[in-house]
């Protein structure tokens, strides 16, 4: 890390999976304040994620074209590269992917940013090693590091769609050519997930879900994937190497079937690339081949560039400016993007000219001119709407009348069509959603803003469900529509054991919400009879959604992790942000429900968990409180949190701050249940054998799997750790009877003098010399002579974990001195 402190400027260029952003994140995190902007909004939303989990929400901002979150103290900014407010001093600024600047249509605002982003203490500039030699010369106060990849990529040949390995991501080059590929995954491979640039977060989030639990196998996507986004992918196939970037058709680059190749593979674990065309323009050459393996491309040499803050005086000193040509050799003039494009257009309006008399005026053309083409209209019909929007904020209030905003929002409120429709929906929407989060557009932005994210998560979630619905093979959905119509006569019954029958044919059973194919179903007369069974199931599988969505109690039970109503799994507990809320995935076959219907199933068994939670285990809700209070004091916040984690028993060493906290502290941690031993912490109502057993299954929900003592057990021998108890020699006991004996001892102790406590409670409990004298080493006393056996008190014990070495013993006779006072809490 030396290397970043005596360089303001730090460029740290290599191919994929390097750890680049991974980098950039800790860095900036490591300042007060920083800023670093993404190629895609996807990315942006996945980082802005993962910043808030590590500093809190209040702490961090996400700007991109159509979202805009900004608390008022944050701190961290993640942007889209274009979103980036330059004009905001930040401790920390990194630009990713650094090399679009390369890109014709929009590299001028990577160029931009790699030449004017600076942060007051440390810049960083990721992207590939091809942008060294222009980094050098364009930033001579950089220092270059290169990260070598962390795995090794190979390729693996071409292979066709039906044998591709699982975890393989399919890349295709057009929303047409990706829908195609996904339908022939589905017919052959069972169903795919699909990731395009054009989807919103939400649905990119939930249809990567799908791929990353392992519920598809296959993933088909744009290139987009190549900018980062991570998932876990240990083979890349592409559909093609030509794809039309806007101008012309034309094949990949070698760095850009890298970019897109390196994919594959994650940190340690190597990947395979490969192609679907065995020969052809689809096919890889062995040049290509060869340079993705070694990682070895030719150097960027030059960048596109436009002035990013140009002249506003007028309006043809604006076009004039946005025209320009670079000064250096090593830039080249951007092509005619479409702003510039719809500004140029515009500018021939009589009535425009008229209202742009003013540099103030010109600076609103241009930003209006800056809405981007989402629905890939063209010059013409977008110059149109950009216009309009002009129009109204250059009369009247100069805001857009939320008359014509709120019209848009309820046309495109409707989920009805297909993924096509919707996602043409989806992209009209962004359209509204970057002028909600103009604030100056518009005179109720908040109300606005608020409009156009319910609009896209509703459209989003819609857009995933036709997704899943095309392109994943689901049973009880309409998998089998047009396999023909005389299936739907045939009579369906299910008898009381489950079987389903048509014409007396056993064709399979219905476990809950499962159907499964009688293995023995003959295979001329399968997909007939399977589709019959599906086409009459839809009304009993949606009967018993409802009766699971009413269960009463006694239905449900939970082992080993998962609830099964009426014997049959419906879902599986993981871990949640609280031990006393875990996380709950409704099992797959409940995916014949409808959205409802599963949001009902799930309301249900999200009550019935915590119900047993505030029955069973009230303390662990309590702490769950406490630590979310906002106005406790922050050492009894860490506390709780700390004991809450460990499931209300904790040893007392693991826990510093309990050693800070205020005797009101202590006491109302009291008066909620938790005993503040010398060795431990702990809930006395949590060793009840129900409560041990339901907080042993939360403690499963997040990984951590706890073995129960014998029902009324207070001494056991043996080497597996038991929940509530603590190792001392050759025997484990319980911890709250460890406090007793902590208790007497000092109850019997009377100040430096020698005393000779009670021997009855420690035989009752059944504790053998050795463990006894080594308990009453790590609680603070050491042996002294005479007779009988005597203790000596010297100071509050050592905060020592079980696992290191216990104090030697010398005899069994100990003696109190004086020391810092009672270690009972």
Known sequence: MSSFARSAVTAVLGPTNTGKTHLAVERMCGHSSGMIGF????????????????????????????ERIVPPQARYFLCTAESMPLEREVGFVALDEAQLGADPERGHVFTDRLLRARGRDETMILGSATLRPLVRALVPEAEVIERPRFSTLSYAG?????????????????????????????????????VMGALSPRTRNAQVAMFQAGEVDYLVATDAIGMGLN??????????????????????????????????????????????AEDGPGAFTAEEVFAIEEHRFPDLDFLYWRDGVPDTSSVGALIEGLEAKPGEILLRAAPEAIDLAVLKRLASEPWVMDRTRHPAQVAKLWAACGLPDFRKLGVEPHSRFVARV??????????????????????????????????????????????????????????????????????????????????????????????????????????????????????????????TVAADARAADKRLLLSAAEKRLAGELARRGRAL?????????????????????????????????PALTLDRALDCLDKAAREGVAQRLQRFIGDRTRRLTPVLARLDALASDSAAPAELRAVAIALGDAGGLADRATIAEVERLLPPARRYLRNQGVTLGTLDLFAPALMKPSAAAWRQVLLAARGRYVLLPPDGATVVAGAAPLAGFRRIAGQQVRIDLVERIARAAHDARAGRKPFAPDPALATSIGLAPDTLAKLMARLGFRPAKGEPPQWIWQGRPRMVSPKKPEPPRRDNAFAVLAGLGSPHG
Do not use: N
């Open 39 to 66: 190629p895609l909004r996807l990315l942006a939303r996945e980082v802005y994620d993962r910043v808030v989990r590590m500093k809190g929400e209040k702490q961090v901002a996400l700007i991109t074209g159509e």
């Open 158 to 194: 071409a292979r066709k769609l039906s044998r591709l390995p699982k975890r393989s991501v399919i890349v295709a080059f057009s929303a047409e050519e990706v829908y195609a590929v996904a339908e022939a995954v589905r017919r052959l491979r069972g169903g795919a997930a699909v």
């Open 231 to 276: 998932m876990d992918v240990a083979h890349v196939a592409f559909a093609s190497l030509t794809k039309f970037d806007g101008r012309r058709t034309r094949r990949l680059t070698v760095a850009e079937m890298a970019q897109i190749a390196g994919r594959a593979g994650r940190h340690q674990r190597d990947g395979t690339f490969g192609a679907l």
């Open 390 to 515: 002009f129009q109204h904020l250059t009369e009247g209030t100069g805001h857009i009348p939320f008359a014509w905003f709120a019209s848009e929002i309820a046309r495109l409120d409707t989920v009805a069509g297909d993924v096509e429709t919707i996602a043409g929906r989806i992209a009209a929407a962004r359209s509204w959603a970057y002028i909600a989060h103009r604030a100056d557009w518009l005179a109720d932005p908040g109300e606005a803003q608020a409009r156009a994210r319910a609009l896209e998560e509703k459209l989003s979630d819609a857009l995933h469900d036709r997704l899943t619905q095309r392109f994943v093979d689901k049973r009880t959905t309409a998998l089998l529509r047009t396999i023909g119509a005389d299936g739907r006569h045939l009579p369906v019954e299910i008898d009381p054991a489950g079987d389903v029958l048509v014409e007396d044919h056993v064709i399979g059973r219905l476990d809950g919400f499962r159907f």
């Open 549 to 581: 969505a009413d269960a009463p109690d006694d239905d449900l039970e939970l082992e080993a992790g998962v609830l099964f109503w009426r014997r049959a799994p419906v879902a599986r507990l993981g871990a949640g942000p609280q031990i006393t809320r």
